[in-house]
């Protein structure tokens, strides 16, 4: 199964995936990986595993349909199956939502609907997690629709809250936690533990 992975900056829930791929414990090839931040790590990891790496972004494509269009050309030419949004700050368009609906997650570090949408992402998350005082948060993988952090939940994993984190401790205890999630659901998903309705 050929997953394409979208990541905007460190990517590290990418490698997790290409680690699981090339280890065997996901049955599936991380066929492409597209970012929209050309000095992206993501892009780097990618480069690093000979996985063909693509920079897609506003500022290199003006015209919007023209850059979902290359995305989706892209997407088509490696034979994309499921879509996979690692820390992917940008919205996907129309032209890819339908075309692979049903198909399209993304991971978020917290407990969806909590502390999800817009504005909603990285260290704000866990600040605000923190600043509600609440004694446990967690990740959420759901599929992707036009909106931030709204569509149907797949899987969540609840993840503790220590007396004196801060956002970045807590932020790391639940990246560590999404590394293995990730892992798991995907392999839950290419089970067809997940399908569409
Ligand atoms: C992760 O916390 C993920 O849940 C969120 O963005 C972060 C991406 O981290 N969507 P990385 O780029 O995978 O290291």
Not at 55 to 79: N, Y
Not at 83 to 101: C, P, R, S, T
């Amino acid at each position: 199964m050929n997953i394409a992975v979208f990541s905007s900056h460190g990517g590290s829930g990418l490698q997790a995936i290409i680690d699981a791929c090339e280890s065997g414990h996901l049955n599936a090839k991380v066929c492409a990986v597209i970012s929209n931040n050309s000095g992206s790590f993501a892009l780097q990891r990618a480069r690093n595993s000979n996985i063909a790496a693509y920079h897609f972004s506003s500022k290199t494509i003006k015209d919007a349909d023209e850059l979902q269009l290359a995305i989706m050309e892209t997407l088509q030419k490696h034979d994309a199956k499921v879509i996979f949004l690692a820390g992917y700050l940008k919205k996907l368009d129309q032209m890819v939502l339908k075309a692979y609906e049903g198909h399209i997650y993304n991971i978020h570090p917290s407990l969806l609907p909590k502390y999800g949408g817009k504005g909603m992402y990285g260290i704000h998350v866990h600040t605000a997690v923190l600043a509600a005082n609440e004694k446990e948060t967690g990740i959420t993988i759901h599929r992707v629709n036009s909106e931030y952090d709204s569509g149907e939940i797949i899987a969540q994993r609840k993840v503790p809250v220590h007396e004196g984190d801060t956002p970045e401790i807590l932020a790391a205890r639940v990246l560590k936690q999404e590394h293995i999630f990730i892992v798991e659901t995907l392999a839950a998903i290419l089970n067809n533990e997940h399908n569409p309705d």
